[in-house]
């Protein structure tokens, strides 16, 4: 005869099973939006909160006026949720695509920064140049200052950098607002408005994935020490 299991039993078995199962199992449930809130501690969390959130959108629709505004704003939440892993992702991809470029060229800024302050010459420009390399948005594809130099090309010096973040950064310089500009809570810097920044700034990095190896290598080959980026 078999064992009967008591309803204590077979709810904290229920509660672990439910713990254990695989994120895609959990996303077939259509679980509450809460619960799937719950689950946004991974790699997997961007596609379970996405199918909990449409799940929950078509279900919401259905409810009573007084349950419906209330899923509503917990669907919100949960879509709140959403942009964030995104813009977290996007920022983790984007420190690792351009850690050496930054490097390298935070490398050169200091070295030029030295040199203008012995010798003379544009130290506020180098000082910006500098400021550029530290404390261009890490949620923005980085555009080089001082991309290496082609064999033959006369003008291999040509900066081509971002003119505008140049003079953004040489703004922030003066408003005390740098650390803000790397973290793109700066208006102006491409990624403090949600959505719509991101959007702008996701089609700029499809046009910009494809040249970072040869970007990096040119960096780290670069070993110029000429003036500044943009004459006053």
């Known amino acids: 005869m078999g064992i009967k299991r008591t309803h204590a039993t ?8 439910d713990g254990a199962d695989s ?5 077939t449930r ?20 996405a199918k909990h959130a449409k799940r929950a959108e078509g279900r919401v629709k259905r409810l ?14 949960l879509e709140e949720k959403v942009r964030e892993v995104e813009r ?32 003379g010459g544009d130290e506020h420009g180098a000082t910006v140049d500098l400021n550029y390399a530290l404390y261009f948005p890490l949620e923005r594809e980085y555009v080089s200052l001082w991309p290496r ?19 953004l950064v040489e703004k922030c310089m003066a408003d005390g607002t740098l ?25 700029v990095d499809k046009k910009t994935k ?7 290598q040119k960096a780290e080959d670069s070993d110029s020490d000429d003036g500044g980026f943009f004459e006053k």
């Open 10 to 17: 077979m709810a904290s078995n229920d509660a672990h099973d």
């Open 23 to 27: 994120r895609a199992d959990a996303a």
């Open 30 to 49: 259509g679980m509450h939006p809460d619960r799937a809130a719950e689950l946004l501690v991974d790699a997997d969390e961007l596609e379970v909160a």
């Open 64 to 77: 009573p006026a007084g349950v419906r505004i209330e899923r509503e704003r917990e669907l919100k939440g």
């Open 88 to 119: 977290r992702k996007k920022r983790s991809d984007c420190i690792t695509r351009w850690h050496r470029v930054r490097f390298f060229e935070r490398r050169k800024a200091e070295r030029r920064l030295k040199k203008v302050a012995k010798e």
């Open 149 to 167: 130099k082609k064999e033959g090309d006369e003008q291999a010096e040509e900066r081509m950098g971002d003119r505008d973040m140049w003079l």
């Open 179 to 203: 650390d803000d500009l790397r973290e793109g809570k700066v208006e102006g810097c491409g990624v403090e408005n949600g959505e719509t920044d991101l959007a702008e700034s996701h089609a």
């Open 210 to 216: 494809a040249k970072t190896k040869k970007t990096t």
